[in-house]
């Protein structure tokens, strides 16, 4: 699936801004830089009280922006110091991946630094992977495939049910329109299925599965997801090896399992690396029904709304497949809260203009 990348995915991230873990200080140095510039910072310093009114406020102001930015990058250098220790290997899809090795050491730490860099963005991440988990680990059962694709659907996505990349992939699992017309989703002026998150999903697995078919290695074929099964085949071809970790790939796909196995590291052990989420302030996890009806002349889908007892918005959230306002006539699946599901069949079913067609 050959697409440029989401501008979410830049990896100059900015310094977290959120609350750090308890600093664990290594190096003396670094911690007498820091005590001084706080010193200075607050005006307790010497040198700041002999400062005075010799500057003008415009100097002073850029000084303690310049001291600011200083302190932040040292306070970055005492986390890392302070990190626990990483293991010889990690297991992506029951694969042993040794750290051991030099270079995949380099590539994985390349992502590892720059994730837990900003934690204000994997404390959101965590958020949504415990948001979504309980209906993408479903589906992840029904069709039989490892439980570690989710974290794929987190690099494509971070889990934004709404993004959109440059080259116009979109969805939690970045479809481009060719790929998810081929894997049976429905994109027309009226409804784009890509953005819907259970029938993306199982497109996504659906085609994942496909790709492990053909090359019988799931590192190779979550490679193929990003850049293209073409790709892959000419690379194994003409390179004389399928092993992953062998091959000469673009910058973007071999960084792409690497991002993958570090996003599996840090979310299934996020506490460890200072990422931690109170229970109440988790985000109300993602379970709908799923019900398709057909409309017999044009419809609101504010008339939707409100047989799910919702607002537009709230209705939209869930059904961000349905484009229009006024839905043509015509078949249509959608997404319905599990605490509003007796309440829409019940409008629906005494609506003249609808037919339920199938409830799960």
């Known amino acids: 699936m050959r697409k440029v990348r989401l501008s979410e995915w830049s990896m100059s991230f900015p310094p977290s801004a959120v609350r750090r873990p308890p600093l664990r200080p290594r190096c003396p140095a670094l911690c007498t830089a820091i005590v001084a510039l706080v010193l200075f910072l607050t005006g307790s310093s010497p040198v700041a009280a002999q400062m005075g009114t010799a500057a003008t406020s415009g100097s002073v102001d850029k000084r303690i922006a310049e001291l600011e930015r200083e302190m932040a990058m040292l306070r970055s250098m005492v986390d890392f110091a302070g990190l626990p220790p990483l293991p010889e290997a990690l297991l992506l899809c029951e694969k042993r991946i040794s750290l051991t090795r030099g270079d995949n050491r380099e590539r994985f730490e390349r992502e590892y630094f720059q994730f837990l860099e900003n934690r204000g963005l994997m404390t959101v991440v965590v958020k949504r992977y415990l948001k979504y988990a309980g209906l993408i680990s479903g589906e992840i059962r029904k069709t039989g495939v490892p439980s ?60 994942l599965k496909r790709l492990y078919g053909e090359f019988g290695d799931w590192l190779i074929a979550m490679a193929a997801y990003n850049a293209g099964a073409g790709r892959l085949r000419e690379a194994i071809e003409y390179q004389g090896s399928g092993d992953f970790f062998d091959l000469y790939l673009p910058e973007e796909t071999e960084r792409y399992i690497f991002r993958i196995l570090t996003l599996k590291e840090v979310i299934a052990n996020h506490e ?21 009806i057909d409309v017999a002349r044009e419809m609101p889908a504010l008339t939707l709304a409100g047989y799910m007892e919702l607002s537009y918005k709230a209705f939209r959230d869930l059904n961000l497949h349905l484009k229009r306002y006024n839905l043509p006539k015509g078949a249509y699946t959608i997404a319905v809260p599990h605490e509003k599901r007796d309440v829409f069949l019940k409008h629906a079913k005494d609506s003249p203009n609808i037919t339920i067609i199938n409830a799960d």
């Open 148 to 207: 570690d694709l989710i974290y794929l659907m987190v690099a494509e996505s971070y889990l934004n049910p709404r993004a959109v990349s440059k080259a116009s992939a979109v969805g939690m699992w970045q479809f481009i329109r060719e790929t998810g017309r081929r894997e049976g989703l429905d994109i027309n002026d009226s409804v784009d299925e890509r953005y819907s998150v259970k029938r993306s999903t199982r497109a996504a697995l659906a085609h």
């Open 272 to 292: 460890k690396y200072g990422i931690r989420v109170n229970d109440k302030e988790l985000y109300k996890p993602y379970a709908v029904s799923e019900i398709s």
